[in-house]
């Protein structure tokens, strides 16, 4: 069955320590992966997705994600975390096609900054 | 830029109530998608809808209907609202095509069934 998982449901950093938000996904075949994120009270975000070429994806405020095949995961980085990164984020797998493309969640990363 | 807009940001309503939640894109978008997110769920998709008057259950379905009669439109309904149905709702759309399709978000509505 198709999943993602994301381990840590509650990450505090402090402001410009570097961070990494971990993503597992379960897919049988290439997988279309995106990292959301959710600023409190609002709606859901595009930071970056990986379709295929190079597995080391740039995105929108500094971060990147690097897609592993052999270890089925999706990882989120920053190399300086500031206080605005504070937010949920989710990472998801695309599924199905043409007209039934749809995205698979995670259960989300609540990051938290500190000062 | 694309823009998803939902009715309401605050809803507070009685059980038993019918409850309309509406949702418009001004992308032409085929696509369009209603979730509700809880707290350690995440996400889950309760309907979508590929075409006017096109739809196909989620994951969670049951105890809602969706309405989808012009393209930018989709309505997500609770027949009749019950406590369990309190819950931020959020809807999407994408266009039609690969399954890698970017999915742009509303604003959410934060629904409160008393």
């Known amino acids: 069955a198709q999943s993602v998982t994301q381990p840590d449901i509650h990450i505090t950093v402090s402001e410009g320590a570097s961070l990494e938000l971990r993503c597992n996904y379960s897919?049988?075949?290439?997988?279309?992966l995106f990292w959301y994120v959710q600023s409190p009270g609002q709606g859901l975000q595009l930071l970056l997705k990986?379709?295929?070429?190079?597995?080391l994806v740039q995105g929108i405020k500094g971060f990147e994600a690097e897609f592993k095949r052999s270890q089925s995961s999706f990882n989120l980085r920053k190399p300086s975390v500031h206080w605005s990164d504070a937010a949920e984020y989710f990472c998801?797998?695309?599924?199905?096609?043409?007209?039934?493309?749809?995205?698979?969640f995670g259960t989300g990363t609540l990051l938290a900054v500190q000062p | 830029d694309v823009k998803v807009t939902q009715s309401s940001r605050y809803l507070v309503k009685r059980t038993g109530e019918k409850v309309f939640l509406e949702c418009v894109q001004d992308m032409d978008h085929e696509n369009m998608f209603w979730y509700r997110q809880d707290p350690g769920l995440g996400l889950r998709l309760i309907y979508f809808?590929?075409?006017?008057?096109?739809?196909e259950k989620g994951d969670i379905p049951e105890g809602y209907s969706v309405s989808r009669e012009k393209k930018e439109r989709f309505s997500l309904i609770l027949e009749s609202a019950s406590t369990n149905q309190t819950s931020m709702y959020l809807c999407?759309?994408?266009?039609?095509?690969?399954?890698?399709?970017?999915?742009?978000f509303g604003p959410g509505t934060r629904l409160l069934v008393l």
């Open positions: 897919y049988g075949a290439t997988p279309y």
């Open positions: 998801a797998v695309g599924v199905g096609g043409g007209a039934t493309n749809k995205l698979i």
């Open positions: 809808s590929y075409d006017v008057k096109m739809k």
């Open positions: 990986y379709f295929s070429g190079d597995t």
């Open positions: 999407a759309s994408s266009l039609i095509g690969r399954k890698g399709e970017t999915q742009y």
